[in-house]
């Protein structure tokens, strides 16, 4: 620990602000944690992080680096009762392509409900001496020095008893989620706003929790993705979680939302591309109401480009980078921004943090880089998706992911690029590299070339629903 840097503050004790604050322990000595809700002893729901009733899948990267920061991470999970699923098999997924047909990555990761999740963290961070909370306050902005020039604290005000108090710190981190006020604070210093960009696919959540009946299949998801190439903008998920609930979402894009009502809520499922959500839970028990959810729009706030910033405060998670959750990656981008935010503060040991926040938030975009063009690409497909269109690239980009999708079955390396990509193991392009390229390409030209000759092998066929897939 470098003991001349004495407190960092963070806004936020969500899933962002937690792993910042495991990273900034190492370096600090004392981290403390400024949260406006009062935080519970289990893993149950609060106000502060609403999205938390809906589906979330904590991609294999964010377990990864989790391990990492809390050896023996993976094993609490799974005595949480979280199941470990190997991806590409016990699973039900029906892409653009048709139903994917079983593929053994061999990469496994456990299913976890987003409360108990964060509350395995929130314990992790407890057992760190050098870490503190403060609750029930919410920071209402930043203190600067008398020339402006650097952030030395931030304004707290108490939901209890309304009290004004300022904390003092060598680093202020807002993690404090889609909704930071961190614009606002930085024009009130004499700062300009970041500039942004909004890809929005007007995308809307419906979600419930239901018992998993006796007879229930052992899949441990069910994936029904929408077709905007065909005008199907509806899917869902159903995931089994703690092992022994599931989750079930309804995602409707383009304006398309599914409803929060009981009965429309039931057509909705029962509209998606495939029927195997509708089938699963037609007669299930459920153990919820129906929570609905609509801002998740892809925002992207550019504190890398700001040429004016005050030094001291940096920004992260969702308050930099907010995702369109279908892609389930916002938790995963948050881990992977406190792994390099370790990294960087390594790189300062032993010296002031003049230019830390500048290199901060320049490596944060390069961080978010993979997460933020698979989301935004992806929902580039809808067309009246708002904030850029897709070029000629874009929609080549799209034509070939559908024949990467419909390739899947048959060819391991190919599962192994969607699944590393799309975990975020690495890049997203991986997918799109030369080699994979020539694969797909192969691919397709030999289902073609059977389909033509009436040859069996390369047909898809469907696990539940023969004869449902789009044909090449
Ligand atoms: C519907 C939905 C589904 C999602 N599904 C997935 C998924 O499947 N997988 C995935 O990885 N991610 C998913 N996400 C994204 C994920 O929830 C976030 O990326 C993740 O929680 C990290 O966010 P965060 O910590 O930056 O912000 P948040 O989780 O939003 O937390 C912000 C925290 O800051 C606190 N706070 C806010 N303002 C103040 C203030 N002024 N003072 C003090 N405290 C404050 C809040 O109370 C809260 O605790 C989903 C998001 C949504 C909306």
């Known amino acids: 620990m470098n003991s001349q ?3 960092a503050i963070v806004i936020g004790g969500s899933m962002a602000g937690l792993l910042a604050a495991r990273v900034l322990s190492d370096h600090f000595q004392q981290v403390t944690i400024i949260e406006r809700d009062q935080l519970p002893d289990e893993g149950v729901y609060r106000n502060g992080v609403p999205q938390s009733r809906h589906l979330h899948t904590l991609l294999v990267q964010g377990q990864r680096i989790m391990e990492t920061m809390f050896p023996g991470f993976s094993d609490e999970m799974a005595a949480e009762g979280a199941p470990e699923v190997t991806w590409g098999i016990g699973n039900v997924f029906l892409t653009t392509g048709g139903y994917a047909q079983p593929q053994d990555s061999g990469i496994k990761s456990n299913l976890l409900a987003r409360v108990e999740l964060e509350w ?3 314990k992790r961070i407890y057992q760190i001496e050098n870490i503190r909370f403060i609750t029930e306050r919410d920071v209402r902005g930043l203190i600067a020095t008398a020339d402006g020039k650097a952030v030395i604290g931030v304004e707290t005000e108490s939901r209890t008893d309304h009290r004004v108090e300022q904390i003092f710190a060598q680093l202020v981190v807002d993690a404090s989620g889609r909704g930071s006020k961190a614009p606002e604070w930085l024009q009130t210093l004499g700062y300009d706003a970041p500039p942004e960009t909004v890809i929005n696919a007007h995308t809307g959540y419906a979600t419930r929790w239901y018992e998993i009946p006796a007879d229930a299949s052992n899949d441990w998801a069910i994936v029904i993705q929408p077709r905007p190439g065909e005008k199907l903008y509806r899917g869902g998920g159903l995931l089994v979680m703690d092992g022994n609930r599931w989750v079930v979402t309804l995602l409707g894009a383009n304006g398309d939302y599914p409803p929060t009502d009981e009965e429309g809520f039931m057509a909705f499922a029962k509209s998606l591309p495939g029927p195997d ?5 037609k007669d299930a028990k459920p153990i919820t109401s129906i929570y609905g959810y609509r801002k998740l729009e892809n925002r992207m706030r550019h504190y890398e480009r700001l040429t004016r910033r005050p030094e001291g ?3 992260t998670g969702d308050a930099a980078c907010a995702l369109n959750p279908i892609y389930g990656q916002g938790m995963t981008a948050s881990a992977m921004e406190a792994e390099m ?3 960087l503060l390594r790189r300062y040991n032993g010296r002031s943090l003049a230019g830390f926040p500048a290199a901060f938030q320049k490596d944060l975009r390069r961080v978010a880089d993979g997460p933020w063009l698979m989301a935004t690409s992806e929902d580039m497909r809808y067309p009246d998706v708002e904030g850029q269109r897709p070029n ?3 929609h080549l980009m799209h034509r070939y992911l559908d024949l990467l999708a419909k390739a899947i079955p048959y060819d391991k390396k190919v599962t192994m690029a969607f699944v590393k990509g ?5 890049h997203p392009s991986v997918m799109m590299h030369p080699a994979i390229v020539a694969r797909v ?3 397709t030209w030999q289902m073609r070339r059977n389909r033509q000759s009436g040859n069996q092998q390369y047909q898809q066929s469907l696990p539940h629903q023969a004869g449902n897939v789009s044909g090449l």
């Open 120 to 122: 395995l963290v929130r």
């Open 277 to 281: 959500i509708y089938e699963a839970i």
């Open 5 to 7: 840097r004495e407190q």
């Open 341 to 343: 935010m370790g990294k």
């Open 422 to 426: 799309m975990n975020l193991l690495e």
């Open 392 to 394: 000629a690239v874009m």
């Open 441 to 443: 390409l192969l691919r």
């Open 313 to 315: 405060f940096v920004v």
